[in-house]
């Protein structure tokens, strides 16, 4: 079945009307909206809540851009953001890569088809398992991230062959949003410092390992970059390190992975990082970093994750409670931390809106928080609701798609919520919800 889509430039023009949502996104009878085609208060009836929509077309039309915007890169998926099933199978159609950090996403992955070849493995403390499994499944590229791993991995690659590997590399940039997510500096856990000497050692020690084959140096510099400054900054410190090879090893190594970290709105008058200016600026500033010390410029590689899945989802709750405390009108719904830590880890706020119903009460400030046994499991605070705002009601939550099923946990035992994808106006179950069943079952001793 061949499937046309939306060009970019189309789906940008119907966005300004609902600036954090998908493209599809359209109001529909009764306060109702829909999103791929399908109503929001007909999936929340149909799947429950809370639930998770995926549109399919936007993951795909976001992925596009970058291939558009970058079009000499390797543009892997940094599936840490969000993975299942269709969503390796939608990256890897639209010609993505896939950044996978663990076993887990390294077997999800191949076992639904996506090429090992065509993957990249993270992690500052890779296991034994990993390692071996990487190895068995094919991984196309290793990034070492400590000087214990260089041996450790050369003693698994079989004889007669050879493991692409990069270095990553700390920079020293201090970049991102907030300091639990700014992975550029010399002072956090990943990567090997250059300015210590750390990284040039790593590097010589690769080197010499004959099953080893060095492609390039890495960095990530943090997540919710939303300039482009870093990355300029991280291209000519790249750049020197990889003149320092050549010039020291005679050694010219052909990639530079600039991992990902680019920013999206959550709420309507934020700035996401613009991919396209960021692509052309990184590509000025490459050039001109490699001719300065007469280096050809090496074949870059990113590493996006919440740019691509994160605007394509939508959370979908149900209001349970409401109640006025003091000052504040908390509105409670049925989930919270254990599906979205965000809030409570980054002190990240939503804009969640009614859907469903028409509303005609006035606006007024109300704390949207969840389910959960702690004071800090708030999803919205100050957000403006209808005052009539009741229980029963729904609550959509834009830009729900990246870091939050993936991050989520059990706490409270509610279990998990579904995952279900929206495009042309059919709706598709792809994760089911994890039941009582399922908690009860991993419970097995007494
Ligand atoms: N590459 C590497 C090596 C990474 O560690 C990450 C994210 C990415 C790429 C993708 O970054 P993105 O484009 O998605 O920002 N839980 C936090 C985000 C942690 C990101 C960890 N690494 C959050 O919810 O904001």
């Not at 000499?72 to 599936?79: G, K, L, M, P, R």
């Not at 999206?264 to 001109?288: H, N, Q, T």
């Not at 899945?309 to 109640?323: E, F, N, S, T």
Request: overall charge neutral; hydrophobic content about 40%; aromatic content about 4%.
């Amino acid at each position: 079945m061949t499937t046309t889509f939306p060009r970019p430039e189309t789906l940008e023009a119907t966005r300004p009307r609902f600036p954090v949502w998908p493209a599809s996104t359209r109001p529909a009878a009764h306060g109702d909206l829909t999103v791929g085609g399908v109503s929001l208060a007909e999936a929340a009836e149909r799947f429950g809540t809370p639930v998770y929509l995926v549109d399919e077309d936007e993951v795909r039309a976001r992925c596009r851009t970058y291939r558009e915007a970058f079009p000499d890169a390797e543009v892997y998926y940094a599936a840490k953001a969000f993975l299942c099933r269709a969503m390796a199978h939608w990256v890897a159609e639209e010609g993505l890569g896939l950044d996978v950090c663990s076993r887990g996403e390294l077997e999800l992955a191949v076992t639904t088809g996506f090429p090992a070849e065509h993957m990249v493995l993270h992690g500052n403390a890779k296991s034994p398992d990993e390692l071996e499994a990487a190895l068995r499944l094919g991984v196309g590229r290793i990034v070492i991230d400590c000087t214990t791993e260089i041996a450790r991995i050369a003693a698994l690659v079989p004889h007669g062959s050879r493991q692409r590997v990069l270095l990553r590399i700390a920079p020293g940039i201090a970049a991102g949003v907030h300091p639990a997510v700014r992975t550029g500096t010399v002072d956090q856990k990943f990567g090997l410092s250059s300015t210590d000497g750390t990284a040039q050692l790593a590097i010589a020690r690769v080197l010499e390992q004959p099953r080893l084959e060095l492609v390039g140096l890495h960095c990530h510099l943090g997540s919710q970059i939303d300039s482009a400054k870093p990355y300029l900054q991280a291209v000519r410190r790249m750049v020197a390190l990889l003149h320092w090879t050549r010039q020291t090893h005679d050694v010219l190594l052909p990639e530079l992975d600039l991992g990902g970290g680019h920013a999206i709105a959550y709420r309507p008058g934020e700035d996401a990082l613009d991919i396209r200016a960021l692509a052309s600026r990184v590509r000025a500033e490459l050039r001109s970093a490699c001719t300065t010390v007469d280096l050809p410029e090496p074949r870059l590689l990113l590493e996006p994750g919440r740019a691509i899945a994160g605007p394509a989802g939508i959370a979908l709750y149900r209001v349970l409670a409401v109640k006025q405390s003091g000052r504040h009108t908390f509105v409670a719904v049925d989930g919270g931390m254990s599906d979205n830590p965000r809030p409570a880890l980054y002190g990240v706020r939503y804009a969640p809106c009614l859907v469903g119903r028409t509303a005609s009460a006035e606006l007024r400030p109300v704390d949207v928080v969840g389910r959960h046994c702690e004071a800090g499991d708030v999803i919205a605070s100050g957000v403006e609701l209808p005052a009539d705002i009741r229980p029963g009601d729904l609550l959509a939550v834009p830009a729900s798609g990246a870091y939050h099923l993936s991050m989520a946990s059990g706490y409270n035992l509610v279990g998990r919520p579904p995952v279900v994808a929206v495009t042309g106006g059919t709706a598709r179950l792809l994760v089911r919800r994890e039941s009582l069943a399922d908690v009860r079952s991993r419970d097995v001793g007494l």
